[in-house]
């Protein structure tokens, strides 16, 4: 079965800094995998994804995220961060094929002026 | 429209209740889903359906019963509850209804308090 790790529960940092969330998979099989996006007191909304081809995939707000196989991982970075990014990040992979989607812990991100 | 709406957005029901969330799609979507999301927690999986026939059940407890009446609709039916079933239940639709390529569209939510 597959599985994600986001290796940090909660990460503030200052307006404008860069920001890194971790992520990592585990499969034995090919994956799919995504980031989503949930503010507070909404439902959850697609960041970027990972499906193939290049590696690094972009999102139209200026998140980034790099497919690496050989760590297994799929890490989000954007390298000025506003408020409004504030939220919670979640990643999440689908074994190709299948149609479940497998969520990670989550990490808050809190963005301080 | 690209949007799933779910109602009602909150739902207070004793044990003994029968109550039922509600969620609606008008994108042509051949996939739904229902999630279950308790607080600081990642959603989880509960029920597929695609092409209006369930496909995937996550070991979920009688006491949900799910029901897709067409294309666009998809209902949870709930009865005698437990307080630890009080979540965020989550709805959702693709576009594909075999491998997910694409994105989940998720509506905001049904919050659950069982007392």
């Known amino acids: 079965a597959q599985s994600v790790t986001q290796l940090d529960s909660q990460v503030p940092v200052f307006e404008e800094a860069p920001v890194e969330l971790r992520c990592n998979y585990s499969s034995s099989v090919s994956v799919y995998l995504f980031w989503y996006v949930q503010y507070p007191n909404q439902g959850l909304q697609l960041l970027l994804k990972?499906?193939?081809?290049?590696?690094l995939v972009e999102s139209i707000n200026g998140f980034e995220a790099e497919f690496n196989k050989s760590q297994t991982s799929f890490h989000l970075r954007k390298p000025s961060v506003h408020i409004s990014d504030t939220a919670e990040y979640f990643c999440?992979?689908?074994?190709?094929?299948?149609?479940?989607?497998?969520f990670g812990q989550g990490t808050r991100l809190t963005i301080n002026p | 429209d690209t949007e799933v709406t779910q109602t009602p957005k909150h739902l207070v029901m004793g044990m003994t209740n029968k109550k039922s969330l509600k969620c609606e799609q008008h994108?042509?979507?051949?996939?739904m889903y229902w999630y279950k999301q308790k607080a600081k927690k990642p959603p989880e999986l509960m029920f597929v359906?695609?092409?209006?026939?369930?496909?995937i059940n996550e070991s979920v407890p009688s006491r949900f019963s799910p029901e897709c009446p067409n294309s666009s609709l998809l209902n949870l039916h709930l009865h005698a509850l437990q307080p630890e079933d009080s979540a965020l239940y989550l709805c959702a639709s693709s576009q594909e209804a075999g491998s997910i390529t694409g994105e989940l569209f998720f509506g905001e939510g049904s919050r659950l308090t069982v007392l």
């Open positions: 999440a992979v689908s074994v190709v094929g299948a149609q479940k989607l497998v």
């Open positions: 994108m042509g979507h051949r996939a």
């Open positions: 359906y695609s092409y209006e026939k369930l496909s």
């Open positions: 990972y499906l193939s081809g290049s590696t």
